[in-house]
């Protein structure tokens, strides 16, 4: 709790006197506007939750960022080993690399990693949040290493010296994709901005914790398979599986919004008022 966190005496639970959801907060409206640049993947859910057109606005300069290919690994360790060793590889052309990770466990455990090969770098988690902005405002410099978390520095515009750019921009690079395909979205599009060279890339193993929970059938069956520890680029089959796992859980969320939003209705027509 916050009183946990300052340090100050824990008191008892309170009763909840009253609740309010984003859904029904936004709703209460009378104009409802915003800019993202992910908006176009819940093009559906924003007009049917929020009656909210969505218009692509084209970029104001061409993305030249490099989509490289999805590398899916059987397990764990060869995956890391890898991620390590494109870092270190990617890091010797001088480009600033900027590594996303899911958890704080995760970001914790490359940071690790990363120590053992002496790559200097910097650690943005929810354990070090106190100067986020400024670390992510200097990712784009020359031969920087930033390993963040998801939700680390959101807002903050990663601009590149000059060095940088001439080494080929910053590259994005994520230990797993998430539960949302927007998500990674918005990590990727922190390289390449404003007509910037850069390039992505995302690493995937069979055993990471989103295919773990929604297609662990499958993945058994295809680490079995899988007779190297990494898939050959162009195998669709992995990547599909991925893919997959990743849809199903962005449907699990839109049906738990959708509940909320049932919820919501149900409140606003047989409880006027409250």
Request: hydrophobic content about 40%.
């Amino acid at each position: 709790s916050v009183e946990a966190k300052e340090g100050l005496e824990v008191t008892a639970d309170r009763e909840t006197l009253a609740r309010l959801s984003f859904q029904r907060f936004f709703r209460s409206y009378p104009f409802l506007c915003g800019m993202t640049g992910t908006a176009a993947d819940a093009t559906a859910e924003m007009e049917k939750v929020y009656a909210r057109p969505v218009t692509v606005v084209p970029t104001n300069r061409p993305i030249a960022r490099e989509q490289m290919p999805l590398r899916v690994f059987k397990t764990q360790e060869p995956k890391w080993n890898a991620i390590v060793e494109s870092i270190e590889r990617i890091h010797r052309q001088g480009r600033p690399i900027l590594v996303g990770t899911r958890s704080v466990t995760a970001s914790e455990y490359l940071s690790e990693r990363l120590q053992a090969r002496d790559l200097e770098h910097l650690t943005l988690n929810a354990n070090f949040d106190a100067d986020e902005a400024d670390i992510v405002a200097d990712a784009g410099h020359v031969g920087r290493i930033t390993v963040a978390t998801n939700m680390a520095g959101r807002g903050t515009d990663i601009r590149l010296d000059t060095a940088a750019k001439e080494a080929g921009g910053l590259h994005v690079l994520l230990t797993e994709m998430h539960g949302a395909k927007r998500i990674d979205r918005q990590f990727i599009g922190r390289a390449g901005r404003q007509g910037d060279p850069g390039s992505a890339q995302i690493f995937v193993s069979l055993d990471d914790e989103l295919i773990e929970q929604y297609a662990p059938q499958l993945a058994r069956a295809l680490q079995v398979r899988m007779s190297d520890d990494e898939a050959a680029l162009g195998s669709r089959i992995y990547e599909s599986l991925a893919r997959l796992s990743q849809r199903l859980s962005e449907a699990r969320d839109r049906r738990n919004r959708s509940g909320v939003l049932r919820q919501d209705d149900w409140i606003d027509k047989y409880l006027p008022g409250r």
